[in-house]
T-cell receptor, first 116, second 111 residues
């Protein structure tokens, strides 16, 4: 079964509104989670690293005021897309490290955001 | 220069054949190497990981790593139509550090 649960799987919103995506680790604690974005026929691009109890680390070119990340507990990280625009329409995927030296990631199911 | 390079394909192989997927990476500090499979509209799922030079086999899948050449490959034997998907190569320094993905190679297995 899934070890990382992501919700919602699909969301459609109007331009200018905000959308929150939740990512939960099931049966394990995740002090770190990664948020990726994937546009059609493109690779997964890391947006930010979510750290429990501290500020997220954003990749270059990702607006931290637009993509708000909160990692308030060891099992929950949220991504809020504020003032969404059609160009924010994408597939957003969260992941959590499996632990140890591997670097393996457990992925959530992904959230398909469509901004009208 | 892209950090992880893959041919986007599509790579078409007949059912039962061997599919060979290739990947090169630029960071010599990379320690962990992964192949993920991604079906359309779904999130990636891990197929194999490899750390050491050489081959690693798991069922119909064989991953090959050559750190000197900065090259990783995935062989799929006895390809099945259900193997049709996009295969993402990913590399990481290891541990909790970020994983970098290639664009993925789309594989089509023709019945």
């Amino acid at each position: 079964g899934a070890v990382v649960s992501q919700h919602p799987s699909r969301v459609i919103c109007k331009s200018g509104t905000s959308v929150k995506i939740e990512c939960r680790s099931l049966d394990f604690q995740a002090t770190t989670m990664f948020w990726y974005r994937q546009f059609p026929k493109q690779s997964l691009m890391l947006m930010a690293t979510s750290n429990e109890g501290s500020k997220a680390t954003y990749e270059q070119g990702v607006e931290k005021d637009k993509f708000l990340i909160n990692h308030a507990s060891l099992t929950l990280s949220t991504l809020t897309v504020t003032s969404a625009h059609p160009e924010d329409s994408s597939f957003y995927i969260c992941s959590a490290p499996a632990g140890g030296r591997t670097g393996e990631l457990f992925f959530g199911e992904g959230s398909r955001l469509t901004v009208l | 220069q892209k950090e992880v390079e893959q041919n986007s394909g599509p790579l078409s192989v007949p059912e039962g054949a061997i599919a060979s997927l290739n990947c090169t990476y630029s960071d010599r500090g990379s320690q962990s190497f992964f192949w993920y499979r991604q079906y359309s509209g779904k999130s990636p799922e891990l197929i194999m990981f490899i750390y050491s030079n050489g081959d690693k086999e798991d069922g119909r899948f064989t991953a090959q790593l050559n750190k000197a050449s900065q090259y990783v490959s995935l062989l799929i034997r006895d390809s099945q139509p259900s193997d049709s998907a996009t295969y993402l190569c990913a590399v990481s320094p290891g541990g909790y550090q970020k994983v970098t993905f290639g664009i993925g190679t789309k594989l089509q297995v023709i019945p």
